[in-house]
């Protein structure tokens, strides 16, 4: 069955680059729009930006000048960058497949913390 | 962008009634060449992901149970459980897919 998993440092400080990569096995990476999606703890879904096999990708404006979403298809994965971040960006990240996203990643707390 | 603005923001309902949460967005996301609302729901329980509930406005998510039902058009929408069971605490979000950024609804929470 299709299963997601993010992966990734749990602690960044301050001005650093947030790295997270989704791990994806059961569909083929090469088909579907995959998407991060991120919730600050005790609130709600902020959809972070997708990627589309062959490159073509879409942010969040409020995030766009921070953001890369990067595809692997050769490692059946996709990475999220978000530089320069704040104790704002601390959150849980979630990576998710298609659109609207039918199989989600369990999902990753990322503090940003010195 | 696409603001999705849900009610109520608290709903408690007693087990076996129904529930029912509207979802209002700031403008249509009704695709005119292929008439399909760009709309989905999701249920999310503490710790876990959401879950997707309803698709293309009214479409049921593979294995999501009969009592689960999304209606609407344009940019008015509904998420109805026709009869309360206890594992349907949760939140629930409307999202809207037409145009990015792909934006949620502050959410739901449902209590009995």
């Known amino acids: 069955q299709v299963q997601l998993q993010e992966s990734g440092p749990g602690l960044v400080k301050p001005s650093e680059t947030l790295s997270l990569t989704c791990t994806v096995s059961g569909a083929s990476i090469k088909s579907y729009f995959w998407s991060w999606v991120r919730q600050p703890p005790g609130k709600g879904l902020e959809w972070i930006g997708y990627i589309y096999y062959g490159g073509t990708t879409s942010y969040n404006p409020s995030l766009r000048s921070r953001v890369t979403i990067s595809l692997d298809w050769s490692k059946s994965q996709f990475s999220l960058n978000l530089n320069s971040v704040t104790a704002a960006d601390t959150a849980v990240y979630y990576c998710?497949?298609?659109?609207?996203?039918?199989?989600w990643g369990q999902g990753m707390l990322v503090t940003v913390s010195s | 962008d696409i603001v999705m603005t849900q009610s109520p923001d608290f709903l408690a309902v007693s087990l076996g009634e129904r529930a029912t949460i509207n979802c209002k967005s700031s403008?249509?996301?009704?695709?005119?060449?292929?008439?399909?609302?760009?709309l989905a729901w999701y249920q999310q329980k503490p710790g876990q992901p959401p879950k997707l509930l309803i698709y293309w406005a009214s479409t049921r998510e593979s294995g999501v149970p009969a009592r689960f039902s999304g209606s609407g058009s344009g940019t008015d929408f509904t998420l109805t459980i026709s009869s309360l069971q206890a594992e349907d605490v949760a939140v629930y979000y409307c999202?809207?897919?037409?145009?990015?950024?792909?934006?949620f609804g502050q959410g739901t929470k449902l209590e009995i």
């Open positions: 998710a497949k298609d659109r609207p996203s039918n199989y």
């Open positions: 999202h809207q897919y037409y145009s990015p950024p792909h934006t």
């Open positions: 403008q249509s996301v009704l695709y005119s060449s292929n008439n399909k609302n760009y």
